[in-house]
């Protein structure tokens, strides 16, 4: 394996978000020649959308993607429907940025007002989540926004996303917009899929679909992982063998961007962001 | 669905191993006419072999199965001969206790000597596992110890178990023991298969083959789970649909227990553990 392209490095602002505003993440990247970023909806709508745009023209930063959409399950029809128009809002802002996709995080079981999940409906779940995406992809398409399905680790399945695996994220991409460059694709991030034994099938299986590999997301596994959501390790600190994966995503045909997004409550988000920028850079060239 | 039958029902002696022996646990057990039970080998161990058959034998207490045998890969040759002799001793202490079969969990990684995962290689991982089941099962074949493999949920797939799927444990049975009464099947724990979108059609296709459906292992997914190994729900606490797949399982062909296996620091080890079987005895008739 060649070492990955400088400037295929993105940072997905998550990774930074407890010490940086976006403005300053923005910023930071320019600082150390780090032309790609993916924020979060939380951050643009802090910084202002319309400013956001400007000052990412400004600085000469592109986006790897905009995070994010989903959460399509609801209990009831008014839910879902308040779900559909947030992810139009979505879709405007992500084309309003420039971004390349906008990546789904479909939701788990639907939950009631006081946010408890009451329902055991997993099945159910994903024909919501399904529906919604069905019914987003009529606004997205013809707007120009690809949507890309990120299927989250297992351990997600009950409240984050019921879409565990490429074989399902494949499956509803056959199903919704079969085809090449259909609008509809897969964020692939190794955190959540590197256990999978068919990870390597799954992505030769959307090899043969041009476009449907929209992103790949990288970070490592730590042993042991001591938080569910928030402990999220560096490239090369973990067990995730980021050359092979990349590997399989090259020789898919995927040229994108390598978007580190590291959610690190007990490590990263403690350290200086330069210098978690500075180690971004230095990994990317050793370890993916 | 119809009530499950009281006397499937078996207490996993993790389940209240924080507060009692086994010798306790046995007691209980016959307090609240629990009949069957799947002991872990430290506490066989501790409270000694002979004495722990003798015990059962005289109380009328039953296993479900022998926790545990498995932990296949080693970084070197010396390593996994070690483990296979290990696992040789499990199936020799299974057949002391009567046990119906001894329940896999295969190991992740190798790890170095201070305890560290240093390798990366998960499809080599999942080669030893392999070779080593089939190294076991000259041993337990021909003694008449039936092996079960329990696919582990893929939060674990670097540190306990790389057989993650119930698609990856039928692909190990049809290349290692095709046919009926093969002598190796599968252990189907909730918590760790609740999630893949492929569990139907794995349970159905177990079915194909007479007696690989060896154990069903039932606890509860917490939404939030706030620890990766000891935050277990109890059964209706949480969101798996448990009368659905035992009504898969019992498609399947599936006739024996239902063992309850909990680990969980914050609550139910913490709890009277009278009050744990009472809530399992109950539990277990309303809502599995």
Redesign the interface.
Known sequence: MSTPRPELLSINTATVREQWSLPQIIAGCVRRDIRLISPWRDQVASAGLKETARRLRDSGVGLSGYCRGGMFPAVDRAGRKAALDDNRRAVDEALALGAPCLVLVVGG?PRSPDG??T????AGA?EMVRDGIGELLDYARPAGMPLAIEPL???Y???RA?V??I??ANDLCDELAPGVNSGLGLAVDVYHV????QLKSGIERASGHAGRLMAFHICD?L????D?LLDRGMMGD????LK?IRQWMEEAGYRGAHEVEIFSERDWWKRDPDEVLRTCIERHQTVC
């Open positions: 079981l408890t999940c329902s055991k409906d997993l994903r680790h297992p351990m399945a009950a409240d019921c565990n695996t074989a399902q590197w256990w999978d034994p596994w042993v042991p992982t001591t569910l973990g067990v995730i063998d092979l």
